[in-house]
């Protein structure tokens, strides 16, 4: 029985695992990690360090400096005005340039209404520029010229053309303003396509009043033309056939305003004072 009861603490003792083994093990296995982890870093910056080489040597390497610079989309005064607005330096990297920075400054110009640059390696910088389109005059202190999305873009000058519809009534209020400016910009929408006394040639002056209400003015027509603004669209063709009555009839010439308010038509005043006892219905 002695020599069993030994023979199992022996047995005991043996499976017992070594301490002293494992601790090694695990310090060995952090050692290795820590050394690929080091070697990788190493290599990291190695990799770092060589391209901002490279990088700093293109930034002064004359194989890929500045020589041209092309504007596109603009005439031949606003392009020396752009290039003279970059203020480049021809002895720079064009990998030194930062186009945000240069289309943020270039649309600053008050013609300007957005910018594409773009770096053509090895030398040369394009400009794509698309420049304001005035649609109308919106009185306001001064003249300012409104472009077809409805937005104030730049005072006029005195050397400024100013061949173009007057919008007088505008609120000084920015909300309602805006509301006025894009609504102007949709009925001169409308009105491209035309031709004759409603044309955009022709077109004088649209003046806000009251809500939506506007008064219009053609250079060919005698009579001011209200209605809301937003019945333009639908309203259009039947003012036409209006028109086209009182000329047919020779009553044009007499005619003070023709209103388009009304649900079921138009009523026409003559400058007499006398206003015609029907509705005209569309």
């Given at each position: ?5 030994v ?14 083994s494992?601790?090694?093990s ?10 690929k ?8 910056v190695f990799?770092?360090?060589?391209f901002?080489?490279?990088y ?21 005064e ?7 607005m970059?203020q ?20 600053k ?7 594409q ?7 040369t910088?394009i400009i794509?520029?698309e420049k ?13 010229y409104?472009?077809?999305?409805g937005?104030i873009?730049k005072e006029?000058?005195?050397?400024d053309?100013i061949?173009?519809?007057?919008l007088t009534g505008?609120?000084n209020?920015?909300?309602v303003r ?21 044309s955009?040639?022709?077109?004088s002056?649209?003046?806000?009043n ?10 060919s027509?005698?009579?001011?033309i ?5 019945d333009l669209g ?6 036409k ?6 000329k047919k009839?020779?009553l044009?010439?007499?005619v ?7 649900r079921?038509?138009?009523a026409?005043?003559?400058r007499?004072?006398?206003k015609v006892?029907s509705?005209?219905?569309g």
């Amino acid at each position: 029985m002695k020599g069993k009861s030994v023979l199992k603490r022996q047995d005991v003792k043996r499976k017992k695992p070594r301490i002293d083994s494992k601790i090694w093990s695990i310090l060995g296995l952090v050692g290795s990690c820590f050394a690929k982890f080091t070697f990788l870093l190493v290599g990291l910056v190695f990799i770092s360090l060589l391209f901002l080489s490279l990088y700093q040597y293109l930034l002064s390497s004359p194989y890929i400096k500045i020589e041209d610079v092309i504007v596109k989309g603009v005439d031949e005064e606003t392009k020396g005005e752009l290039i003279e607005m970059l203020q480049l330096n021809f002895d720079e990297s064009l990998l030194a340039i930062n186009l945000d920075e240069l289309k943020q400054m270039l649309e600053k110009h008050p013609w300007i209404r957005s910018v594409q640059l773009e770096k053509q390696f090895p030398h040369t910088l394009i400009i794509r520029a698309e420049k304001e389109r005035p649609r109308a005059l919106v009185v306001l202190g001064s003249l300012f010229y409104m472009n077809p999305w409805g937005e104030i873009f730049k005072e006029v000058d005195q050397m400024d053309d100013i061949d173009y519809p007057l919008l007088t009534g505008i609120s000084n209020d920015r909300r309602v303003r805006e509301t006025q400016l894009n609504l102007a910009a949709n009925m001169l929408m409308l009105l491209e396509p035309e031709k004759g006394p409603f044309s955009l040639k022709e077109l004088s002056e649209i003046h806000f009043n009251k809500d939506e209400n506007v008064s219009f003015y053609s250079l060919s027509l005698p009579a001011v033309i209200k209605l809301r603004g937003s019945d333009l669209g639908v309203k259009k063709d039947e003012l036409k056939k209006i028109v086209e009555h009182l000329k047919k009839t020779g009553l044009i010439h007499m005619v003070k305003a023709i209103d388009l308010n009304y649900r079921d038509g138009a009523a026409v005043s003559f400058r007499e004072g006398e206003k015609v006892n029907s509705i005209t219905r569309g």
